[in-house]
Structures are given as structure tokens and as C-alpha cells.
């Protein structure tokens, strides 16, 4: 087996490129549980300046808490996450990502979703006791 051939060469430099250039290094994926009001005075939880601008383009809530949150890498093989009171569990790559939201024995929320970096995917919208509305924000980070 010769190193030196052409296509081992092209190939060995290809994989050196997009190890520097990051390419190669593993997403993971960031879940967070926030809580949205109608009221202002709550105001907006710093660890939500991120995706500000999105929530407010698509919802009409004026306060964001952030309550909540896990990462786990990708692609997702299925473990039980814990964030607050709920289970989440994902599975598959970020193009094509089941993810599965239950409260106690009951799943409230199954869906597939394509989480691309940049643009965030924003599940959810239960009631919550207090008022307001339960959101599961979904951001693919390195």
C-alpha cells in the first residue's frame, strides 16, 4: 500500500482541509425550554439574545425566560434527555431530526425537523400554569 499515490494523496490533504477549516468537527445540538409571556415586564433572559430577533419575527409574546436547557451531540442517537419536568429524545442528523417531547407517561409532541445552524426551530407553544406558553428552542452549535 504506497502513500504516495495521487488519490491517497488528494484524499489525505482533503481530510486535512476540512479538519482545519472545522468541517469535520462535531455539531451538537442545544435545547432550550423558555417560557413566553404577553407581558413586557418579564423581559427577555440573556441567555436568549441569540434568537431574539426569530422569536419575535414569529411569535407575538414580548417576554422570553430561558427555564431550561441540554445539549447533546449529533447526530442524536436516541438518550433520554431531562430538561425541566419533560423527556425529550432525538434521533437522527440535523436535516432530519426526530424529536419526541413528553410530560410524565404522556408524549405531547412528535415531530421531524431540519435544525440548520443560524436557524433555530422554535417547537411547543403549551399552555403553562402561570400563563403564557411552554417553547422548546432547538439550535445546531459547534
Known amino acids: ?77 436516541g438518550e433520554l434527555l431531562r430538561v425541566g419536568v419533560y423527556q425529550i429524545i432525538c434521533e437522527g442528523i440535523a436535516d432530519r431530526l426526530t424529536v419526541q417531547i413528553s410530560h410524565g407517561n404522556k408524549r405531547i409532541l412528535r415531530t421531524v425537523a431540519t435544525v440548520r445552524r443560524d436557524q433555530p426551530v422554535i417547537l411547543g407553544g403549551f399552555p403553562v400554569r402561570t400563563g403564557g406558553a411552554r417553547m422548546f428552542v432547538l439550535t445546531v452549535v459547534d
Do not use: C
Open 1 to 77: 500500500m504506497r502513500l504516495q499515490s495521487p488519490v491517497r494523496l488528494l484524499a489525505l490533504a482533503l481530510i486535512l482541509l476540512l479538519t482545519a477549516s472545522g468541517q469535520l468537527a462535531a455539531d451538537t445540538l442545544r435545547i432550550r425550554m423558555i417560557r413566553a409571556t404577553p407581558e413586557a415586564a418579564d423581559g427577555v433572559a440573556p441567555g436568549l439574545q441569540d434568537v431574539l430577533p426569530v422569536l419575535r419575527r414569529t411569535l407575538a409574546f414580548k417576554s422570553y425566560q430561558l427555564d431550561g436547557e441540554a445539549t447533546l451531540p449529533l447526530p442524536a442517537n
